[in-house]
């Protein structure tokens, strides 16, 4: 269920996370010190890491995970819920679908995009910086 009490040029926290995330992925520069959250200023544990990729999973407001398909495939049934940002505009967030590889605690970078209403969105959950390659 979407907020539509927020007019066209406000924007959710969620919007504003989102976004911080896609500068640091984009710029990658170390910070200082930071808690750790969702809009640390560094990639990885410390500074001396070369991550690229900062993981989110959302949830609509009623609780449900924001799940898509793994490929653009017509009946693609294989879906996955972590995600990477790859470009913000307004309240519009384009997300590139990855893939967790149990076996190597990895992450696949997969050519399915999707742009979701970040107004429509109440939960974010940041995963472990990471490295993906081809992105």
Known sequence: MCDNSNSSSKCNCIAEILKVINILQCEVCPGTSCLETCTRAFF??????????RPVTLY???GTPVTMPVS???GETTTSNIFRVEKIDGCCA??????FNTGTSTYT???????????C???????????????
């Open 72 to 74: 653009n495939t017509p």
């Open 60 to 62: 609509y407001c009623n």
């Open 121 to 135: 969105l109440c939960t974010i959950k940041c995963l472990a910086d990471t490295f993906v390659e081809g992105v």
């Open 94 to 99: 384009t997300l590139r679908v990855l893939v």
């Open 109 to 119: 970078s997969t050519n399915s995009f999707f742009t979701v209403n970040t107004d």
């Open 44 to 53: 990885g544990p410390n500074s001396s890491v070369d991550f690229n990729t």
